[in-house]
């Protein structure tokens, strides 16, 4: 099986069990869920959801049917993997000493990360980009010692003016 | 209007048409049984024996209606007595309606006496659920859940309500409204007609989608007008009559000779409402290579899941069937249809049958000739599959068997729910001695209604199906299916209240049938003995093909 992974959205009903519903889909069906971000839109009543799903691709196209049956499920897409923007955000608590201070501010400088936390041996540095960038940093501050990190895994959106819903009538 | 949630309730299933639930009275659903008490003239409630009675009944009330079936339960151990009825109606597609009583909001999640998250429990087996918090949403959530469990491919939806929201005081409105945004699917015909057209060997094989979108004389009108021969999967054996010249009977793993042989010799295989189990197809890869596929089901997600077609349409069955009817011309093809006949008359075609005095198919046979055509139920196993080779199905939906989960001991609860939607009208139950000691205790329930049932129980002294395999793959090792069981049939029909007979050979048999049909008001039991050895042919082994067609 050409296993790769894929990015889907999801708009789905605010409301009691759904993320279990979308979850247990995905376990009941052999399906494992790579990376997972849920927020409320600008509608209250409606969350995004936005999943990184390790499958082939005729699986995916199964999947995403599976989904659009369940009942709180709006719409489910696959992202446009040439032509959409992917962001993630990270906290990281690195230990900080007199030292490594420079080459690590610098480092989180070239990232364009924040320093948003500062204790006297540890501070917090919050970064957002694409996953890769985020994995590079942490590959090049771990020599300084990581304590601790948060990631709150991928949120996408397409370019231009289509939008989930307009994707999902097409459908 | 202000009125309690269970009065609610009550007034939206007498609204909706649910005038005969099912279920089991309990602490977390008091407030509902009192409501139906009050209501006795207008909404008739059956209890069984057993909440997986109820479940099964109103599940069988469902399979032969096509109503849905309503069964309530208390929290804790009667909703999840549920679970195995709910599995079952979802792997078939069944419109259910299941409602739990909760403990009351502030006790849930504490672990109180009787709770469970049925919700939770039954997430991954079911088509939607609800878990109600306040009154004032159980008027929605009742009409949203009969829409859900009858619309698209149905299934169970389950309604969880606690007992404080039960007793809560909410707004009733009398005229109240409900619609669903309807959705306007544009199905483009033009690849599957071409495909129709191009076909000189063209093959239809029918699912229980057929029945569920009431589609059988339409599937007729098109099998004839573009000469195609009709096998079915286990549940849509009563797609078609059984004597018709293009009706194959059913196909795969026990399936006919015929209908497997065209399979592979179609150029074209049309899949209606079907979704290509696993006891269906045989070996994937290599069913199905030499002919093109055209699938038409109302699930897209049914599409390129199992394997994969050529082309598809969604939608009801029966309108996508009555527009290509009109779009396309008739196509008569003599030379495959003299195939075909060929086929169903071949030697390989006979269902072999062993020399034995009482067979399956004499009792069968006897069942439908001496008793008529009623609807039958069945339980699962070897008496399954006898039961849909033999009885000679002719009026759709009239028989009820558990097809996806393959649920032993469903045969009982679903003739009590065909005999309640009936109108107490005769209904046989088919079963084994290994199914029926799994939920025989709803004899007390047909007993209580005066039901005519006629249970044929199919007595090996043993797990037959299972015996079989052990017997074909197992080098008999007969583990735990030889059941030495020492059972009095005739004297347990008895002490429930019913009738029973024991019979060894036809003649027997004959008149303990002629008996049964003067009586009308309560069950009757004849206890068949078989042979041991009797097996179900022909069958394909697991992953086979027809050229591992075992014929007996």
Same mark, same amino acid.
């Not at chain 2, 329930?445 to 090996?460: Q, R």
């Given at each position: 099986?050409?296993?790769?992974?894929?990015?889907?959205?999801?708009?789905?009903?605010?409301?009691?069990?759904?993320?279990?519903?979308?979850?247990?889909?995905?376990?009941?069906?052999?399906?494992?869920?790579?990376?997972?971000?849920?927020?409320?839109?600008?509608?209250?009543?409606?969350?995004?959801?936005?999943?990184?799903?390790?499958?082939?691709?005729?699986?995916?196209?199964?999947?995403?049917?599976?989904?659009?049956?369940?009942?709180?499920?709006?719409?489910?897409?696959?992202?446009?993997?040439?032509?959409?923007?992917?962001?993630?955000?990270?906290?990281?608590?690195?230990?900080?000493?007199?030292?490594?201070?420079?080459?690590?501010?610098?480092?989180?400088?070239?990232?364009?990360?924040?320093?948003?936390?500062?204790?006297?041996?540890?501070?917090?540095?919050?970064?957002?980009?694409?996953?890769?960038?985020?994995?590079?940093?942490?590959?090049?501050?771990?020599?300084?010692?990581?304590?601790?990190?948060?990631?709150?895994?991928?949120?996408?959106?397409?370019?231009?003016?289509?939008?989930?819903?307009?994707?999902?009538?097409?459908? | 209007?202000?009125?309690?949630?269970?009065?609610?309730?009550?007034?939206?299933?007498?609204?909706?048409?649910?005038?005969?639930?099912?279920?089991?009275?309990?602490?977390?659903?008091?407030?509902?049984?009192?409501?139906?008490?009050?209501?006795?003239?207008?909404?008739?409630?059956?209890?069984?024996?057993?909440?997986?009675?109820?479940?099964?009944?109103?599940?069988?009330?469902?399979?032969?209606?096509?109503?849905?079936?309503?069964?309530?339960?208390?929290?804790?151990?009667?909703?999840?007595?549920?679970?195995?009825?709910?599995?079952?109606?979802?792997?078939?597609?069944?419109?259910?309606?299941?409602?739990?009583?909760?403990?009351?909001?502030?006790?849930?999640?504490?672990?109180?006496?009787?709770?469970?998250?049925?919700?939770?429990?039954?997430?991954?087996?079911?088509?939607?659920?609800?878990?109600?918090?306040?009154?004032?949403?159980?008027?929605?959530?009742?009409?949203?859940?009969?829409?859900?469990?009858?619309?698209?491919?149905?299934?169970?939806?389950?309604?969880?309500?606690?007992?404080?929201?039960?007793?809560?005081?909410?707004?009733?409105?009398?005229?109240?409204?409900?619609?669903?945004?309807?959705?306007?699917?544009?199905?483009?015909?033009?690849?599957?007609?071409?495909?129709?057209?191009?076909?000189?060997?063209?093959?239809?094989?029918?699912?229980?989608?057929?029945?569920?979108?009431?589609?059988?004389?339409?599937?007729?009108?098109?099998?004839?007008?573009?000469?195609?021969?009709?096998?079915?999967?286990?549940?849509?054996?009563?797609?078609?009559?059984?004597?018709?010249?293009?009706?194959?009977?059913?196909?795969?793993?026990?399936?006919?000779?015929?209908?497997?042989?065209?399979?592979?010799?179609?150029?074209?295989?049309?899949?209606?409402?079907?979704?290509?189990?696993?006891?269906?197809?045989?070996?994937?890869?290599?069913?199905?290579?030499?002919?093109?596929?055209?699938?038409?089901?109302?699930?897209?997600?049914?599409?390129?899941?199992?394997?994969?077609?050529?082309?598809?349409?969604?939608?009801?069955?029966?309108?996508?069937?009555?527009?290509?009817?009109?779009?396309?011309?008739?196509?008569?093809?003599?030379?495959?249809?003299?195939?075909?006949?060929?086929?169903?008359?071949?030697?390989? @075609?006979? =269902?072999? $049958?062993?020399?034995?005095?009482?067979? &399956?198919?004499? !009792? #069968?046979?006897?069942?439908?000739?001496? /008793? *008529?055509?009623?609807?039958?139920?069945?339980?699962?196993?070897?008496?399954?599959?006898?039961?849909?080779?033999?009885?000679?199905?002719?009026?759709?939906?009239?028989?009820?068997?558990?097809?996806?989960?393959?649920?032993?001991?469903?045969?009982?609860?679903?003739?009590?729910?065909?005999?309640?939607?009936?109108?107490?009208?005769?209904?046989?139950?088919?079963?084994?001695?290994?199914?029926?000691?799994?939920?025989? @205790?709803? =004899?007390? $329930?047909?007993?209580?209604?005066?039901? &005519?049932?006629? !249970? #044929?129980?199919?007595?090996?002294?043993? /797990? *037959?199906?299972?015996?079989?395999?052990?017997?074909?793959?197992?080098?008999?090792?007969?583990?735990?299916?030889?059941?030495?069981?020492?059972?009095?049939?005739?004297?347990?029909?008895?002490?429930?209240?019913?009738?029973?007979?024991?019979?060894?050979?036809?003649?027997?048999?004959?008149?303990?049938?002629?008996?049964?049909?003067?009586?009308?008001?309560?069950?009757?039991?004849?206890?068949?003995?078989?042979?041991?050895?009797?097996?179900?042919?022909?069958?394909?082994?697991?992953?086979?093909?027809?050229?591992?067609?075992?014929?007996?």
């Amino acid at each position: 099986m050409n296993s790769k992974k894929h990015p889907i959205f999801l708009l789905v009903h605010n409301h009691y069990g759904v993320l279990t519903r979308v979850a247990g889909l995905f376990a009941n069906r052999g399906y494992n869920i790579e990376n997972l971000s849920v927020g409320c839109t600008e509608k209250p009543s409606i969350s995004r959801m936005t999943i990184v799903v390790d499958c082939s691709e005729s699986l995916l196209d199964q999947l995403l049917q599976q989904l659009r049956k369940l009942i709180d499920v709006i719409a489910a897409e696959r992202a446009d993997p040439f032509n959409s923007v992917s962001r993630e955000l990270m906290l990281v608590k690195i230990t900080h000493s007199p030292e490594s201070g420079g080459q690590l501010l610098e480092a989180i400088n070239i990232f364009r990360g924040r320093v948003v936390d500062m204790a006297p041996e540890s501070l917090i540095v919050e970064i957002t980009g694409e996953e890769d960038k985020l994995n590079a940093f942490i590959r090049y501050v771990e020599k300084f010692g990581i304590i601790e990190l948060s990631r709150t895994g991928l949120t996408i959106l397409d370019r231009g003016q289509v939008s989930l819903i307009t994707k999902s009538n097409n459908n | 209007m202000k009125l309690t949630g269970a009065e609610i309730l009550i007034r939206e299933l007498i609204a909706l048409g649910a005038n005969k639930v099912f279920g089991y009275p309990g602490g977390s659903v008091l407030d509902i049984y009192d409501m139906l008490y009050k209501n006795a003239t207008k909404i008739t409630h059956y209890i069984t024996a057993h909440e997986q009675g109820a479940v099964h009944a109103a599940d069988g009330y469902a399979r032969y209606s096509g109503k849905p079936g309503v069964v309530i339960a208390t929290s804790g151990p009667g909703s999840t007595n549920l679970v195995t009825g709910i599995a079952t109606a979802f792997l078939d597609s069944v419109p259910l309606i299941t409602i739990t009583g909760n403990v009351p909001t502030a006790l849930i999640g504490k672990d109180s006496f009787q709770e469970v998250n049925i919700v939770g429990i039954t997430m991954p087996i079911i088509k939607h659920s609800y878990s109600l918090r306040s009154a004032c949403d159980i008027q929605r959530v009742v009409r949203e859940a009969f829409y859900i469990a009858t619309s698209d491919r149905p299934g169970p939806v389950l309604i969880d309500i606690p007992k404080d929201v039960q007793q809560e005081l909410a707004d009733y409105n009398q005229n109240f409204e409900y619609s669903m945004p309807a959705k306007t699917i544009k199905i483009d015909l033009h690849n599957a007609i071409s495909l129709l057209l191009k076909s000189k060997r063209p093959y239809i094989y029918a699912g229980g989608g057929v029945l569920i979108s009431g589609a059988t004389a339409t599937l007729l009108k098109f099998a004839e007008k573009i000469s195609a021969p009709v096998s079915s999967s286990l549940m849509g054996v009563t797609a078609i009559p059984y004597d018709h010249d293009l009706a194959l009977g059913m196909a795969g793993m026990h399936g006919r000779y015929a209908a497997t042989k065209a399979l592979y010799d179609c150029d074209l295989l049309i899949a209606i409402g079907v979704r290509f189990s696993d006891r269906a197809t045989g070996n994937k890869d290599k069913f199905l290579r030499q002919c093109k596929v055209l699938q038409i089901d109302i699930d897209r997600a049914e599409i390129n899941k199992n394997i994969l077609v050529d082309e598809f349409l969604i939608g009801d069955v029966k309108e996508i069937l009555d527009s290509i009817l009109e779009l396309l011309p008739e196509n008569k093809n003599k030379s495959w249809l003299n195939h075909i006949t060929k086929l169903k008359n071949s030697h390989e @075609n006979l =269902l072999w $049958t062993s020399n034995n005095s009482l067979t &399956p198919k004499s !009792i #069968i046979e006897s069942v439908r000739s001496v /008793l *008529g055509e009623t609807p039958v139920s069945t339980d699962v196993g070897q008496h399954q599959m006898w039961t849909a080779q033999y009885y000679g199905f002719t009026k759709p939906r009239s028989f009820l068997t558990s097809g996806g989960l393959g649920t032993m001991g469903f045969g009982f609860g679903a003739a009590i729910g065909a005999c309640v939607a009936s109108n107490n009208q005769r209904v046989v139950l088919i079963t084994s001695d290994g199914s029926f000691h799994m939920n025989l @205790n709803e =004899l007390a $329930t047909a007993v209580t209604y005066n039901m &005519p049932l006629t !249970i #044929i129980l199919l007595d090996n002294n043993a /797990l *037959g199906m299972v015996r079989q395999w052990q017997t074909m793959f197992y080098e008999k090792r007969y583990s735990q299916t030889a059941l030495d069981r020492k059972t009095n049939y005739v004297l347990l029909a008895e002490s429930f209240g019913a009738v029973g007979f024991k019979v060894m050979n036809v003649h027997e048999l004959t008149v303990a049938l002629t008996k049964t049909n003067k009586i009308t008001d309560k069950p009757v039991l004849i206890h068949c003995l078989i042979n041991q050895d009797e097996n179900v042919f022909p069958m394909i082994p697991p992953n086979g093909t027809i050229n591992d067609i075992i014929i007996r």
